[in-house]
């Protein structure tokens, strides 16, 4: 089976542009998490999709949105990028709560 | 806000020994909890969960212990190995939140 997969693996940006990574749950998984994970530290909660709906959202900008489809794959945008931004980009996929699996991550650098 | 902390930034252990990698959680509404191990370079790996009506949970090599009263979390490693060399996270939530809130890790080194 395969797991959670993220696409890009690694991304270089310029500061204001904008940024979309993807996300591939788990088959059978309904549920999406993002989290930003800043080097040196554990992963912060972005978003949290269920049946496409916005479930909760953590303490960041209006410049982070992000979307899931009908097939329960989902995207993370992130507009005028900056240099604050450049961080490992985790998908979770779950059943509900619990299977919490994360995908390998998107690395995302903004010069 | 929540609050899940570790005791110790860093462990360091002879191949063979046992670990024990604490956590401090503040929140005594949290109900399910994780333990992760991120090697460098991908995504954080799940161990193992245990949920607030356990004390005790077992895994392959590994074992959580819950203790509720001083809302404190360890994960034991037995006869670690060099692979176990990573970070570890554990995580919280409660059974109907919508996110986990992460430590700030642990980097265990298990020297050969």
């Known amino acids: 089976d395969a797991g959670v997969t993220q696409s890009p693996t690694h991304l270089i940006k310029t500061r204001g542009q904008h940024v979309t990574l993807r996300c591939s749950p788990i088959?059978?998984?309904?549920?999406v998490s993002w989290y930003q994970q800043v080097l040196g530290q554990g992963p912060q909660f972005i978003f949290q999709?269920?049946?496409?709906?916005?479930?909760g959202r953590g303490n960041f900008p209006d410049r982070f949105s992000a979307r899931q489809f009908p097939n329960y794959s989902s995207e993370l945008n992130v507009n005028a990028l900056l240099l604050g931004d450049s961080a490992l980009y985790l998908c979770?996929?779950?059943?509900?709560?619990?299977?919490?699996?994360f995908g390998s991550g998107t690395r995302l650098t903004v010069v | 806000g929540e609050s899940v902390g570790l005791h110790l930034p860093t462990l360091s252990v002879q191949e063979g020994d046992n670990s024990i990698i604490n956590c401090a959680y503040s929140?005594?509404?949290?109900?399910?909890f994780i333990w992760y191990k991120q090697e460098s370079g991908k995504g954080p790996q799940f161990i193992i969960d245990?949920?607030?009506?356990?004390d005790k949970r077992q895994g392959q090599r590994v074992t959580v212990l819950l203790n509720k009263t001083v809302k404190h979390l360890s994960l034991q490693i037995a006869a670690t190995q060099p692979g176990d060399s990573a970070v570890y996270f554990c995580a919280e939530n409660t059974d109907t939140g919508n996110q986990f809130y992460f430590g700030t890790g642990t980097s265990l080194t298990v020297i050969p």
């Open positions: 245990i949920r607030s009506n356990m």
């Open positions: 979770a996929s779950s059943h509900r709560n619990y299977g919490y699996t």
């Open positions: 929140n005594s509404a949290s109900d399910y």
């Open positions: 088959s059978g998984h309904k549920s």
């Open positions: 999709y269920y049946e496409k709906e916005e479930r």
